[in-house]
Each structure stands twice: as structure tokens, then as C-alpha cells.
């Protein structure tokens, strides 16, 4: 699994995307307390589409 992308929720908190490296499906995961704050902000730079690309 790889993170590609974060967001705020407004109930759950921070929300981190990841993406399997096998079979490319986006899965969706609350941050914990312990991940590193100063990361999940650089995932909110990405503006991830979800088929699969970049956008830029």
C-alpha cells in the first residue's frame, strides 16, 4: 500500500488514501494519532484522480 492522497472529513478526522501496489485499488483509512502530521499535509498537495493519474 502506498499514500497517495489526504483529506479533511469534517466527523472522522483526516482520511489517507492508499493505493495497493498489486492491484491499484484506493482504500480509504482514519489517520492515528502517531502518523506523521507534517506527511498527511504533503498528501493534501496531491490532487489525485482516482482512475489511477496524477493531475497536475
Same mark, same amino acid.
Given at each position: 500500500?502506498?499514500?497517495?492522497s489526504?483529506?479533511? !472529513?469534517?466527523?472522522? /478526522?483526516? =482520511?489517507? $488514501?492508499?493505493? +495497493? @501496489?498489486k +492491484? !491499484?485499488? =484506493?482504500?480509504? !483509512?482514519?489517520s492515528?494519532?502517531?502518523d !506523521?502530521?507534517?506527511? =498527511? =499535509?504533503?498528501l @493534501?498537495?496531491?490532487? $489525485?484522480?482516482? @482512475? /489511477?493519474?496524477k493531475? @497536475?
Amino acid at each position: 500500500m502506498e499514500p497517495v492522497s489526504a483529506v479533511k !472529513n469534517g466527523k472522522k /478526522g483526516w =482520511i489517507i $488514501y492508499h493505493k +495497493c @501496489t498489486k +492491484c !491499484n485499488k =484506493i482504500i480509504p !483509512n482514519k489517520s492515528a494519532k502517531d502518523d !506523521n502530521f507534517d506527511e =498527511i =499535509i504533503k498528501l @493534501t498537495q496531491i490532487l $489525485y484522480e482516482f @482512475t /489511477g493519474s496524477k493531475k @497536475t
